[in-house]
């Protein structure tokens, strides 16, 4: 009797292990889901998307330009916590005629960016962040060196890990949320993104994206630069 009840409890405690690891599962899948609801409003035309990893993905318009919003977690075993990452691109032709890549300490594998697909290593201009790299699919002219300085004071947020411009727009990558470190280094639990990203969070990232568009689009026409026609 004793090892039959003993059977039962056990058989008991799986189904209930069963039953809360499918919650958190589910509960998990919805929070990613959601995680850019709170910013959706916002947005003109609004379209959804889910990404293979469960979370959301935004495109609409504001300001008249349009933008799209994707939150990329990144789990490399090799990090030391795992992240996700918001990644605000403007899409749209620029002026523009190299893909200019300038990203705050790489690791040398980003999930979020094809920073390493860029087969030019540029040296970095004077003034530009010494923990930053910078790669292009050409050499750096004067015009783009000059285009990037401007708005290095991007980087005085800790959080923004990149910028990129190129032909067919430009995209900053922000850091939106860490794994909690304790329960990361002990227990290995990485719970990304649970709460929404609020709209607070997006603005300065937006106001600055934008200001770089219409910085690039009044630029005069220069060695790095060439006609919108």
């Known amino acids: 009797?004793?090892?039959?009840?003993?059977?039962?409890?056990?058989?008991?405690?799986?189904?209930?292990?069963?039953?809360?690891?499918r919650v958190a599962s589910a509960a998990r899948w919805a929070a990613r889901a959601a995680y850019l609801d709170h910013v959706a409003p916002g947005l003109a035309d609004l379209r959804r998307a889910v990404a293979p990893t469960g979370f959301a993905r935004l495109s609409g318009r504001v300001a008249g330009v349009t933008l799209d919003l994707q939150a990329v977690p990144d789990t490399l075993t090799y990090r030391k916590l795992p992240a996700l990452w918001l990644l605000v691109t403007l899409p749209g032709p620029l002026p523009v005629q190299r893909t200019l890549d300038l990203?705050?300490?790489?690791?040398?594998?980003?999930?979020?960016?094809?920073f390493d697909t860029l087969p030019h290593q540029i040296a970095l201009p004077p003034g530009f962040?010494?923990?930053?790299a910078l790669r292009s699919d050409g050499p750096l002219d004067l015009a783009g060196a000059?285009?990037?300085?401007?708005?290095l004071g991007l980087f005085r947020d800790a959080?923004?890990?990149?910028?990129?411009?190129?032909?067919?727009?430009?995209?900053?990558?922000?850091?939106?949320?860490e794994a909690d470190r304790s329960r990361y280094l002990i227990f290995r639990e990485a719970e990304l993104g649970q709460q929404p990203l609020p709209p607070e969070a997006l603005a300065p990232l937006l106001a600055r994206a934008l200001a770089i568009r219409r910085d690039i689009l009044g630029a005069d026409q220069g060695a790095g630069l060439q006609s919108c026609a």
Do not use: C, Q, Y
């Open 103 to 114: 990203m705050i300490r790489p690791m040398g594998v980003e999930p979020f960016s094809n």
């Open 129 to 132: 962040p010494a923990d930053a």
């Open 159 to 177: 959080r923004v890990k990149e910028l990129v411009l190129s032909p067919k727009g430009l995209r900053i990558t922000w850091l939106a949320d």
């Open 146 to 151: 000059d285009l990037l300085r401007r708005h």
């Open 1 to 21: 009797m004793g090892l039959a009840a003993l059977v039962v409890a056990l058989g008991g405690g799986l189904v209930w292990l069963a039953l809360r690891l």
